[in-house]
T-cell receptor, first 110, second 111 residues
């Protein structure tokens, strides 16, 4: 994950919006991803965005991509306790290999 | 559709031993990738198999090897286990798209 960086922790109040940020280094990345991992579990694909897009929305999730700054963000609207998990940003140069960040631990407080 | 399934879920091995982990891809998927996730870190790419051949490899020693079978299932083998090999091993499958789906992983503990 040395090419993808994320802040390690985020605490958010239930009902508020969460914003998780990620920076990547390779401008050749074709796809950028957000995965969710709950304790003791594998990775769940939340959403992904092709590098020629600026934004993608899927229900409560909004992904923003700033290619110039190599910055990706995930916004979760109306955050719920079930959203508490580790969120990983990942990039792919082709369809072969995903490079992950170290993950952002999101804690939702009542 | 059972999704990506991995076995076993947990495993304890002794240093120097060998281990084989198994993965069945999501129905219809022909590509399998393996990742190692150490505690508190993001997954690291080990290698990917497509059409029974290793298509790409990450920065892992030759002690890590794999295989893909005609039914697209895959095995990950690790020889001469070290304490540092203790990790969650994740399998992901895909079919010529950007979407890679992960299994629940195998937790390997080397003692």
């Amino acid at each position: 994950g040395e090419d993808v960086e994320q802040s390690l922790f985020l605490s958010v109040r239930e009902g508020d919006s969460s914003v998780i940020n990620c920076t990547y280094t390779d401008s050749s990345s074709t796809y950028l991803y957000w995965y969710k991992q709950e304790p003791g579990a594998g990775l769940q694909l939340l959403t992904y965005i092709f590098s020629n897009m600026d934004m993608k929305q899927d229900q409560r999730l909004t992904v923003l991509l700033n290619k110039k700054d190599k910055h990706l963000s995930l916004r979760i609207a109306d955050t719920q306790t079930g959203d508490s998990a580790i969120y990983f940003c990942a990039e792919s140069l082709n369809d072969y290999k995903l490079s992950f960040g170290a993950g952002t631990t999101v804690t939702v407080r009542a | 559709d059972a999704g990506v399934t991995q076995s076993p879920t947990h495993l304890i091995k002794t240093r120097g031993q060998q281990v084989t982990l198994r993965c069945s891809p999501k129905s219809g998927h022909d590509t399998v990738s393996w990742y190692q996730q150490a505690l508190g870190q993001g997954p690291q790419f080990i290698f990917q198999y497509y059409e029974e051949e290793e298509r790409q490899r990450g920065n892992f020693p030759d002690r890590f090897s794999g295989h893909q079978f005609p039914n697209y299932s895959s095995e990950l083998n690790v020889n001469a286990l070290l304490l540092g090999d203790s990790a969650l091993y994740l399998c992901a499958s895909s079919l010529a798209t950007a979407e890679a789906f992960f299994g629940q992983g195998t937790r390997l503990t080397v003692v």
